[in-house]
């Protein structure tokens, strides 16, 4: 799959930079394709690289946790390293009482991910 | 037929190049003329053996070119086909008026042309305009006085009629297919209403399925057995499918210890209640191997688990796997009811809400993980004692995160008043009155998630 629909993905100094389209991302239908498209970012190489920039995301269920949870666990499996950024303050509180701002590594922007990529 | 010269007079390029190809290819030469006017000087300057002509042309049109090559002494022994789409039977009068030797209809068989057109040259034809006859003809209440010889109309009517035949034999042909269509239409209508009675009683019965389901699990809310001398309980339990992936109850774990929790699966419907159901299965206060809250300690009594062994147990059990991602958060508590002492872990779940006998309302905020996440994690455990008079409230995401019309949330201020307000009054109505804050809040799509609060008084050492 090398086209997305709900999301943008680009290459940048090896890392997969991953934009979510949707502003909103709450219904069950939407959760499905992202899962579906996320773990296809993702792929089967070794040591995947992917950054997800959430940067258009106003609303997010907790259900997108779990999804997020499911790409952390993939990730590791392949021994890949997983960024997040941007993520809005209020959305960013859910992360904070699942206390998975501590799990997942998370920057304020790309520019810093990509930094930390190096 | 030996090759002949054609002049053709038609104005679309199109069916011009289409009617030359069929003529050369039959081996004969043709001339194109794109209308009347230019027809009438090919023909003037090289008598043709044979003319066809469209009607409707600009400059000059079919019937004025065909009365002016009939009308010339040189050229009106050379036959003269008129290509017509003969929609109005006037036409024909016209036809014949003008002196046209034969009607072709459009669209055409190719292969009748080329008939007509060796019918046409093998008969010479009858020139007897001196003395032809004016004929008067009424057609639709009009009436026309047409100059045509004998010949000349027998070979119209002839070709007339043989253009009827062949377009009655198309319609008899149509008609049958269209009657098989319909057969066809009728056969395949009733297998679809077959199939749509067929869908309504599935439908049926996976609605009496699913409200079977939540029957199942409404029994497994608490009864309302639990009575403690001190304790008062309220609770509200509302799935916003017929199937929830909240959870809650409170039950007596031991002579002296309460036990009590609401847990929220992600997502809802059938998947995060069935993992709601299987949570709350393991979190029963039965005393035996598998139960994670009450264990046997090898004397022949049994000790409780701390909260946050039973997190940890939890966790271990639950990990979320790659398919179907669901975790769940959750607030489980014991309390000591002598003394009013609660020890409680939060696996990521909403703030417990205190609210002292005053009416002021405390949120405990405590991260942890959500169950299922991320597997070997200690769960950290908070405590708290109760005052006499205090209320504690357990709820799932379902109240501060309800959204209305705007899409804006109800809130943890607007939960904390509701709560403050009702602490003079019963427990119950306190707790159906932010139930009905919710539900208010959320009108006129109602509440988009489950909705579950436990509430908790307690009444003082007694």
């Known amino acids: 799959m090398t086209t997305f629909r709900k999301l943008n993905v680009s290459r940048v100094k090896d890392v997969d930079v991953v934009i979510f389209k949707d502003s909103k991302i709450l219904d069950e239908e939407l959760l499905d394709e992202l899962r579906t498209e996320l773990l296809a970012v993702v792929g089967n190489r070794p040591a995947p690289d992917v950054l997800l920039d959430f940067s258009n995301v106003e609303f997010m269920s907790s259900a997108m946790l779990g999804l997020l949870g499911v790409v952390h666990r993939k990730m590791k499996k392949a021994d890949g390293r997983l960024k997040m950024c941007s993520i809005r303050p209020e959305i960013f509180t859910v992360f904070k009482l699942t206390n998975l701002d501590k799990l997942f590594s998370i920057t304020a922007d790309a520019g810093e991910a990509m930094k930390a990529f190096e | 037929m030996n ?128 003395g032809a006859a004016t004929l008067d003809v009424t057609l639709a209440g009009q009436t026309f006085q047409v100059k045509a010889g004998r010949q000349q109309v027998l070979n119209l009517l002839v070709s007339t009629f043989e253009n009827a035949v062949t377009k009655n034999q198309e319609l008899v042909v149509a008609n049958r297919d269209l009657s098989l269509a319909r057969d066809e239409l009728q056969r395949s209508n009733q297998e679809l209403t077959t199939l749509n009675e067929k869908i309504s009683r599935i439908n049926k019965q996976m609605t009496r399925d699913l409200e079977a389901a939540a029957r199942v699990q409404q029994s497994l809310l608490p009864d309302d057995e639990v009575k403690v001398p001190q304790v008062e309980l309220a609770w509200r339990y509302v799935p916003c499918q017929s ?164 899409r804006e949330q109800f809130g943890d201020e607007a939960m904390k008043d509701v709560l403050s307000k009702g602490q003079g009054t019963a427990l119950d109505g306190t707790v159906a009155s932010l139930l009905s804050a919710v539900e208010t809040w959320c009108v006129p799509n109602g509440p988009l998630d489950d909705v579950s609060i436990l509430g908790l008084e307690w009444g003082g050492p007694g």
């Open chain 2, 3 to 130: 090759a002949v010269d054609i002049v053709v007079a038609e104005d679309s390029r199109i069916q011009a190049r289409m009617l030359q190809k069929v003529l050369v290819d039959a081996g004969h030469s043709v001339r194109l003329a794109e209308h009347g006017g230019v027809a009438l000087e090919m023909v003037r300057e090289r008598r043709p053996d044979v003319i066809i002509s469209d009607i409707e042309m600009p400059e000059m049109d079919g019937y004025t070119f065909c009365k002016a090559v009939k009308s010339d002494p040189e050229l009106r022994s050379v036959p003269l086909i008129l290509l017509s789409t003969l929609s109005d039977p006037v036409d024909i009068i016209r036809g014949l008026d003008a002196g046209a030797d034969n009607y072709v209809t459009k669209p055409y068989d190719p292969g009748y042309l080329l008939a007509r057109m060796g019918d046409l040259l093998a008969t010479p034809l009858e020139l007897d305009s001196a």
């Open chain 2, 243 to 406: 199937l929830a992936g909240d959870f809650l109850n409170v039950f007596q774990l031991d002579a002296e210890h309460l036990g009590l929790y609401v847990v929220d699966v992600s997502g809802h419907g059938v998947p995060s209640s069935l993992m709601a159901v299987t949570v709350g299965r393991f979190l029963s206060p039965k005393v035996s191997d598998s139960s994670l809250l009450v264990r046997p300690d090898g004397n022949g009594g049994s000790k409780l688990a701390t909260p946050s062994e039973v997190a940890f147990q939890l966790n271990e059990l639950f990990q979320a796997d790659e398919f179907s991602g669901l975790y769940f958060t959750m607030l489980y508590g014991v309390l000591h009811v002598p003394s009013g002492r609660l020890r409680y872990v939060s696996a990521g779940h909403t703030p417990l809400a205190q609210v002292s006998a005053d009416g002021t309302a405390t949120l405990h905020e405590m991260a942890g993980f959500p169950v299922g996440f991320v597997p070997d994690v200690e769960f950290d455990e908070d405590a708290l004692t109760l005052s006499p008079g205090d209320r504690l409230y357990l709820y799932s995401d379902g109240v501060p995160e309800a959204m209305n019309a705007e």
